[in-house]
């Protein structure tokens, strides 16, 4: 009677568990990339918010760019009053992200992103 399993089966099973890995994480990094991007999203309006909430002569962010909760994403105001536009910008790891390496929101509510203009619907 054999007892455990053979070099060959033990081969096989590893290589069965390299190939679903392989192919799942690609579509892991995404999901996680896409948390991301709706953190900065968040952080975009957050931001547009308090800064619309301000006086007109004391429009600033606390820095001139500030990083989201996740250090993905930088914010920057870009355009000052009376047209505000802030923007996001990937850094880091997020980059890995090319399809929405940058987005914005202006303070009339117009938002828009970078290469890609479908991420605000993701």
């Known amino acids: 009677m054999r007892r455990g399993y053979s070099l060959i089966e033990l081969m096989v099973a590893l290589a069965v568990g390299g190939i679903l890995l392989a192919s799942a994480l690609p579509s892991y990094q995404q999901v996680v990339a896409m948390g991301y991007r ?44 009376p047209h505000m536009l802030l923007r996001a910008e990937a ?26 203009a479908s991420c605000w619907e993701q």
């Open 38 to 81: 709706h953190e900065a999203r968040q952080q975009l309006y957050l931001q547009m918010q308090e800064l619309l909430s301000q006086q007109q002569d004391q429009i600033t962010l606390v820095t001139p760019s500030i990083l989201v909760p996740s250090g993905r994403y930088r914010l920057k105001l870009v355009q000052q009053p």
């Open 91 to 116: 850094i880091g790891p997020q980059q890995i992200d090319t399809e929405c390496l940058s987005l914005w929101l202006d303070s009339q509510g117009q938002r828009g992103s970078s290469p890609s």
